[in-house]
């Protein structure tokens, strides 16, 4: 399947740094998804990159995805105390029957201190 | 509530006891797919279902792992002679089936096993 390798493994931040997020994978990738856990929490849906080169904006989060599409990044503007949590990208990889299942990448644990 | 539901929240067990776990997905989603996550990682896929029909399997499902989904709604994942490795969060997601290599993946909250 599409690894996906994450860095860094850990952040922590004061409340109002920034914190960016990076995805690498060795292939190239159809898409890219974000998701974001927090302490306790299950995985929730951020957004899906397509494109080539695609940017898109989430309030303070900047999603991106590389020219090569083999990398992606999440940044995020003046950190709030509500961003902390575990940020994972994901891909999704062809299984053996032609279905498809997300590899997610080990995730980027973000603690922001006010 | 219209989200992914999961039941039991939390689950501890003595090793070697079987468990079974039940995920109710969107009711429009017609794919549902089991992960489990330990700590530190990131979801690991175990399978998936496209209605009723279980089409794949991750070489992670040992045999003591069994799932179903009987009327392609509600599935259970049953571990059968539990052991301490299987202590994880098992996370069940839904998705329309529409264009599976695409479609957003919705999550559950997931079921904590702890086997002691």
């Known amino acids: 399947g599409q690894q996906v390798m994450q860095i860094p493994q850990y952040q922590h931040v004061q409340e109002g740094e920034d914190f960016t997020t990076y995805c690498n994978s060795s292939t190239t990738l159809s898409n890219i998804q974000w998701y974001k856990q927090r302490p306790g929490g299950h995985p929730v849906f951020l957004i899906q990159l397509v494109k080539s080169g695609e940017v898109k904006k989430q309030k303070r989060l900047t999603f991106q995805f590389g020219e090569a599409k083999k990398n992606s990044s999440l940044h995020i503007t003046a950190t709030q105390t509500t961003d902390v949590g575990t940020y994972f990208c994901?891909?999704?990889?062809?299984?053996?029957?032609?279905?498809?299942?997300?590899?997610f990448g080990k995730g980027t644990s973000l603690l922001v201190t006010p | 509530d219209t989200g992914v539901s999961q039941n039991p929240r939390h689950k501890i067990t003595k090793r070697g006891q079987n468990v079974t776990f039940r995920c109710d997905p969107i009711s429009e989603h017609n794919r549902l797919y089991w992960y489990r996550q330990t700590l530190g990682q990131g979801p690991e896929f175990l399978t998936y279902f496209q209605n009723e029909a279980q089409l794949e399997k991750s070489r992670l499902l040992s045999d003591r792992f069994s799932a179903e989904r009987p009327k392609g709604s509600f599935s259970t994942l049953e571990i059968q002679r539990t052991e301490q490795g299987d202590s994880a969060m098992y996370l069940c997601a839904s998705s329309l089936g529409t264009r599976p290599s695409t479609d957003t993946q919705y999550f559950g909250p997931g079921t904590r096993l702890t086997v002691l």
């Open positions: 994901a891909a999704f990889t062809r299984l053996p029957n032609s279905g498809y299942a997300l590899n």
